[in-house]
């Protein structure tokens, strides 16, 4: 388990490791949770893996995809959206699923390579059980006011 805390507290991210208890006072697998965690805060995956991207999710991102290749100057062939379809979506899931993505401290690797590197070097597998993400604000719905009818609900009263 790592915390990683960015830009003074404004992002926190806990990341779990699963590896052999025999690892967990390693200091290279402290450093990889440590480095893992770092990515999270910059790259602000949402899910481990496309398997735990909803249904739904992929069908309104697909629906977005096509609507915007149908209403290009040039329409293309039916044929043509839906092989295109593909790449957005693949595009998509690696930028979302943290296993898909490229690590930010060696962009030659993705994540999913750099646990298999951990797990060769450490000699017994390392996987991530689960990660959250926090940022300062996030969740929180901006409050509307109307003056003009909190003026009016006040010379009500």
Do not use: W
Not at 6 to 21: E, N, Y
Not at 36 to 51: D, F, K, N
Not at 77 to 83: F, L, R, T, Y
Not at 108 to 119: D, F, G, P, R
């Amino acid at each position: 388990m790592d915390a990683y805390i960015h830009l003074g507290g404004r992002i926190g991210v806990l990341v779990d490791l699963d590896a052999p208890v025999s690892l967990k006072d390693s200091a290279e697998l402290k450093q990889v949770a440590h480095d893992i965690a770092m990515h999270i805060a910059a790259a602000r995956p949402i899910y481990l893996s496309r398997e735990e991207v909803p249904e739904e999710e992929l069908e309104h991102e697909k629906e977005i995809n096509r609507n915007i290749a149908l209403n290009e100057e040039k329409p293309k062939p039916a044929a043509v959206i839906e092989k295109m379809l593909i790449g957005r979506i693949e595009k998509f899931y690696k930028e979302i699923c943290l296993f898909e993505q490229l690590f930010v401290k060696d962009t030659a690797l993705t994540i999913t390579q750099v646990l298999e590197k951990a797990s060769k070097d450490l000699g017994a597998k390392v996987s991530i059980k689960h990660f959250t993400r926090y940022e300062m604000g996030e969740g929180l719905q901006k409050r509307e006011n109307n003056f003009a009818e909190e003026v009016m609900s006040q010379t009500k009263a």
